[in-house]
């Protein structure tokens, strides 16, 4: 059964069934659902087809032609891939499509096309689970989306987009914005409210405000602007004028008709007058509406015309050229006599504007009403026909005088006549055509209604006629030819040049028309073609370097090395670099000198590159000290020269060697053999090696014998030879020994001879050498050999004999290098050679002092220092090149200052220089002395400048008669008209110039046009005013200025009033008293130039620029009249500044000590360290070189720490022989037996000739100090005795303890019969640390850098120690390792450097700047100076000041200024369109913007354009609107409001800023409220701005109710811009009401009480009562009541200031009595301060007691070296 069966199904089963309407629905959803399922499994395919994606497009060629595939395959709805033919064949996708082939040249035909960003749209519509924030702070996060698409660039053809995307990913489509929050409206406070519109009856009254802020981001709209309320004055007594005259705007300029034409017109006009009047007025209406906008723009144009332009255009007229003086005197004549009808007329003659749109009356129903009657004007026409005849006689009175004149004569006259017409309007720049304009006189009724004319009658008719100018616009001719380059030479890296091209005025923008465009078009250029040159290229040279510099470190500074000129290491040496005309023939060396073009400096500004560094690192060699070794023992008496013998004299020699090789060869060592003379020297000798042990004779055991020796043969060095050699030398004789026998004494061996005592025999002094034996054992009582005495025990001998007499030969320093003229000069030519110079070098000769010296006294004769030993006196020598001083030519001069800057009258100097580029030397040619050369500039030429001149003003022109003959009172020859003149451009020197150079350089143009004033015959004719005569003295009389009635108007009564026209004005004299004072700071200290050039062609580099000292610091001086204005410096005879001298405090630099000594080795035996360090003596100021980085452990400021190794073997126990042996009472028969031996041990300096001083104790090793006593057994007679035991035998590595080491003696006296000697040998096991070691190598840390003792910075040599150590941990001697053959894999050198000292390095100042402010008192001069070397390591700072300032001279700030408008008047009529009037005026101040601008003759701002704030324009009147009475109108728009940013909290939001103005309605009669137009608003975007915060405040309640009202953040009271939401409870309400007695609702909506009454609730919180909060009241000197009367509330909380006049809600405590006397309390409590003063005093004390510290026994300070405190800056 399908849906439709079932549907029936149930449709019958609910027909035919009565079930309940729970069951029915039930089975309707199960229907539904069954239903839904059944759809969805029908509707779904089981097999569908999937694609993949799009394969490269592929083809043949580019472009469109191209194909791609892609893969299809049939899927099961569950996502498995299954057979093609389970799917729908028909809807089978395609696996291909065409396509377009991108190749890469399509890159340039095809780009992306970006669309513009659409609305910003919140994120909350787009996304259905974003809510939108109920309160805006900052904004709401939207959304904004953009096309973009693929195009042609030639058409913007749409293309596919994977065109694009093969060369550029597609830009975003979408971006997040920020929607802000709407912004409302705000408007400020209202203003007062106005007088009533109306004296008499029912007006209104307005109270306006004005926009601050306009509506933003869907803000709220501005309220109404305009409050009106009704006032009455009084009841009015008369009618009620309900008419008003009102003018409308003037009409488009016309020329009028011409006579001819308008006589011919005539009787046509009459009879169509009457059937078409009607139909003209609303024509006429509807033109006039038309053209209102353009009649309005006209007005404006003419409107620019004023009263200043016209009084200018008279001063020019007065001063024009000689040729038009007479003419120039008429004209002033005229002037004279029309001024003052000029001034009656001005309102009327301007030229009015409207921008209100008015419908035209009919104005020629009513013209019959004021025309003249017929008969006048009769009278008038013979008038004027009989002066018609008049001028015609004249006119040929006037041709037959010219007739008569000579030929010469009429050719000047034609010549005048041809000049004056092209100098008159309508000649070849301008056309001026005066035409008139029109305007209509409309009656208007209160409520705006237009009525007819005769209701106004009672008003006199205004002027509807002026004369006007056409306007014309501005026309120019075509474009001339593009000029020639301004670059004549090719250069493809260089600028480019210019060429220009210009187009003329042809007709010059007449009456506001249309400006002038651009005359003149410029293009960047580069001349082509084979035969242009290649332009000149500059490049920048360089000077030779200078020497190195050293600059010393402070760790370095010693006050001992007071010559630094030996200073070695790193340093900087500095050059100069110039600008020359580079050249490609010459090679980049000196041979280019050569040229003198190529070498001559030019002005830098012509090198374009990067100019080359002028400070450069250096490093200077330093000399390597003489390094020897010590001295050698003294050798034995030999010959001086062993091969030759003959002389008997000997030497004893000792010697040293060098081990480090100085800089200049060995002949700047030290001697290095020191000779003694002797006797019987030999040269060889034999040395006893060994004696072998002693024999007895006759072959016995014991007794007397003799030891054999064994002998070497040496030489005096003690090095074996030969045994031939010592054939002459006397063999050593066998030594006589004994063997004791076992009763014999037995004695040991002698010990080795002492050193000798002395190393020389003298007077006083004898060399001797010891040697001792001991006795072992003692002889038995009978017949054995006795112990000698004591005295036999030791012998003595005498060593060096030979007097102390020591002689050495002593060199003196190489003297200068002669030239050796024995040399060959093809040697000195190839030693030039080698050198690569081209000066002549030679070979010489150096010579030096050898003397014999003996040490101690002095020279002594060569004959007692051997001759074989004499160093050399004379050595060959390489003579250094000369090299002679090598200059740059001259420059070219500096070019003379322009005559057009200011002070271009005084005399200005040139300047050339040349620059030293090498340096003379070794005796070449020295440096000129005079490198820069002056002279005074020539006269300077006349500056090329541009004027306007003014040509006389032509007739007064006026409206026609034609026009003009209807109005009442008008006259044919007489009325306001207007004048023209013409304008050319001249030189400053008076030529002809085109006018375009006056467009471009002069000021703005002279007015053409001016109103005029033809007097007529009644009016008043008066001449100009006089000068003011002059004054005697200042602030003494008065000056007087005339003027005189001219021709008829002398015999006028109304003209005589002299109260109407004054004929003479009256001044006082000025008082002219001026006092200077001081203004604004002090300057920076200057020093003073010292005369440098001012002109700077190099860069030169200063090593160090003076930097202190004595300046100058200068302030400004200005200059007040006696009205507190500032004048020219000069009138208080300033030179317009104070000079003090002034002092720059020179830095002071860190100061160190000295080196203190080198501390001891850390280790007396190894390696340790040994330190010396500074300490700081004073710290660094004013800039001064900083300390280094402090040590805070020990103060000091600088140490250096070195490793160093002591030797071992350097501190010796030497044990003297032991003692005679002191036997125990055990056995004193046999002097045997047990005993004690003692000997004296000491440490001893060990030489290279053994020890040779006794030290301290401590420096030798205590673990090796041999016994200074021992117990042991004395032999007995024929007991055997041994000698000591000797070395043990070194234990085998490793140590090992089943290993052993073993020791020996030997016999001395052999037992007796049944006695055995004691064991010889002595074994014991090797025990690891006790008798057993293993050696090691250990490295010690790098010492600091150390550098050779001259040398300040750079590279040096940081070292470390190899040191051999125990595994004890004690420091052995490095043989011990060395003997172990251990590996030595470090290094033991390293190079290092230390950082040198770069003092900073600054440029020469620059020149002083142009003043910062061209008048006022705040202008500065400013110069600057940049950092060319910035500091390194220890040196100098750089000063901190970068830029000087000076003060300018003060000069008065003159300005124009504009007055304020006048009122708006429209003359003639009530209202309608008028003109408002202002002046502009000379103003001066002082620049600062604190005092007032003061108003000064115009004369004083005659230097400049007239322009008001920067516009040009001057605009003296203005159209403006004046009400008619009953008119509801629009107020003057406000000035633009500041600008404002969209901020939050401060921060702005980035929608830039705005600005606003606006104009609200005026209402003057309630009845036409409804006709008022809409008030109006403006904003526009501006640039920079402020913040602006809205919050809400409020006033106290007051009742029930507070004020509220919202202010800005600067404090204005506004209207808009808080948050309504936020906006704090004005009016509060309680329920129910508070009604009891003192209460009041609270702010939170509850019942509370007044101030000083607390609320007594019921029980379910309601307020019950107010009860008086008690206090206590105590009673004052003049209460004479009971001291406790009443128990009042009082708030104890509120001082007594915040509720006046309540009685006894303060405390009173009255120290004095009733009698006058202290109260008993006050004097207790007095006592009980002073005790809790005592106490907290003495608590203060016991707390802050420091406890004392217990006394300490001060150590040994000795080595502790001298220390300043240190204040903890560690920053130096």
Known sequence: MGPAGRAVWMLGFFKGAKLSSLWRLTLLFFWIWGLNAQTASESKPMYIWQTGPWGRCMGSECGPGGSQSRAVWCAHSEGWTTLHTNCDQAERPDNQQSCFRVCDWHKDLYDWQLGAWNQCFPVSMRSAGVQRPAVCTRGEEGIQTREVGCVQKVNGEPAEDAICEYFEPKPRLEQACLIPCPQDCVVSEFSPWTLCSKTCGIGLQNRIRFVLAPPLF???????????????????????????????????????????TRQADKPRRESERQPRESGRRSKDSDKHEKEGDKQSKESDKQSRQGDKPARGAEKQSKSGDKQSREDDKQLKEGDKWSKDDEKSSKDRDKMPTNRRKLARANRKSDRPSWQADRPNRQRKAEKKEKREKMRGKLKAKIRDKLKTKDPETRELIKKKRNRNRQNRPGGKFWDLQVGYQTREVVCVHKNGNVDALSLCSKETLPVTFQACVMVKDCEVTEWSEWSDCSKDCYDSNGPKGERTRTRKVSQFPIAGG??????EEKEPCSPQGDTVPPCIVYSWKTTEWTECRVDVLLSQQDRRRGNQTGLCGGGTQTREAYCVQATTDNPPNLSSLRSKEASRPVDSALCLGIPPNTTQLCHISCPVECELSSWSAWGPCTFEICEDQVAKKGFKLRKRKIINEPTGGTGNCPHLVEAIPCEDPSCFDWLVVKLEECIPDNEKECGPGTQIPQVQCVNSDGEYVERHLCRDAILPMPVICEVPCPKDCAMSPWTPWTLCSHT?????????????????????????????????????????????????????????????????????????RARGEDLSCSVGMQTRKVICVRVNVGQVPPKKCPESLRPDTVRPCLLPCKRDCVVTPYSEWSPCPSACRAGGNNKKKQYRKRIIIQLPANGGLDCPEILSQERDCDAPSVCQGFRWKTHKWRRCQLVPWSVRQDSPGAQETCGPGLQVRAVSCRKQDGGQADVEACLKFASSMPPLTQLCQLPCQEDCQLSSWSRFSSCTADCVGVRIRKRMLVGKSKKRDQCRNTQMYPLSETQYCPCNKYNAQPVGNWSDCILPEGGRMEVQLGMKVQGDIKECGQGYRYQAMVCYNQDNRVVEASRCNSHGYIEEACIIACPSDCKLSEWSNWSRCSKSCGSGVKVRSKWLREKPYNGGRPCPKLDHVNQAQVYEVVPCLSDCGQYVWVAEPWSVWKVSNVDLKDNCGEGVQTRKVRCMLNTIDGPSEQVEDYLCDPEEMPLGARNSRLPCPEDCVLSDWGAWSPCPLPCSENSTRVRAAYSLRQPGQEKECPPTKETEPCKLNSNCFHYSYNITDWSTCQLSNRAVCGNGIKTRILDCVRSDGKSVDLKFCAELGLERKWQMNASCVVECPVNCQLSDWSAWSECSHTCGLAGKLLRTRTVIQAPQGDGRPC????????????????????????????????????????????????????????????????????????????????????????ECYLTDWTIWSPCQFSCVRGDDLGF??????????MA???????????????????????????????GPWRSSSRQVWCERSDGLNVTGGCLTSAEPMADRSCDPPCTKPRSLCTEAGVCGCEEGYTEVMTSDDLLDQCTVIPVLEIPTAGDNKADVKTIRAFNPTQPAANAPGRVGRTWFLQPFGPDGKLKTWVYGVAAGAFVLLIFIISMTFLACKKPKKPQRRQMNNRLKPLTLAYDGDADM
């Open 218 to 260: 869907g803000g709220a709209a501005c309220p109404n602007l305009t409050e009106f309320q009704t006032c009455q004055p009084g009841v009015c007594e008369g009618v009620e004028s309900l008419y008003s005259l009102r003018v409308g705007p003037w009409g488009l300029c016309s020329i009028p008709v011409s006579r001819q």
């Open 514 to 519: 249309e400006d002038c465009p651009e005359l």
């Open 760 to 832: 020389c025999s003298g007077k006083n002094t004898e060399g001797k050498q010891t040697r001792a034996r001991s006795i072992l054992a003692y002889n038995a009582g009978e017949g054995g050999i006795q112990c000698p005495n004591a005295s036999a025990l030791q012998e003595v001998r005498s060593c060096n004999d030979h007097p102390c007499t020591v002689y050495h030969w002593q060199t003196g320093p190489w003297g200068q290098c002669i030239e050796d003229s024995s040399i060959p000069s093809g040697n000195s030519s190839s030693v030039s």
């Open 1439 to 1526: 000063p901190p000041q970068m830029e000087q300032w000076k003060p300018c001279m003060v000069k008065p700030c003159y300005r124009w200024r504009y007055s304020a408008w006048s009122e708006c008047k429209s003359e003639g009529a009530r209202c309608g369109e008028g003109l408002r009037f202002r002046n502009v005026s000379c103003f001066v101040s002082d620049g600062s913007g604190l005092q007032e601008s003061s108003l000064v003759d115009d004369e004083l701002c005659g230097d400049l354009e007239p322009s008001v704030d920067g516009d040009t324009r001057i605009i003296l009147q203005e159209a403006c609107t004046v009400p008619c009475p009953g």
């Open 1552 to 1561: 830039g800023s705005v600005q606003v103005r606006s104009r609200a309605v």
């Open 1564 to 1594: 003057q009669d309630p009845e036409n409220l409804l006709q008022c137009p809409e008030q109006e608003l403006e904003a526009r975007p501006c640039t920079d701005g402020q913040c602006f915060e809205y919050k809400w405040q409020t």
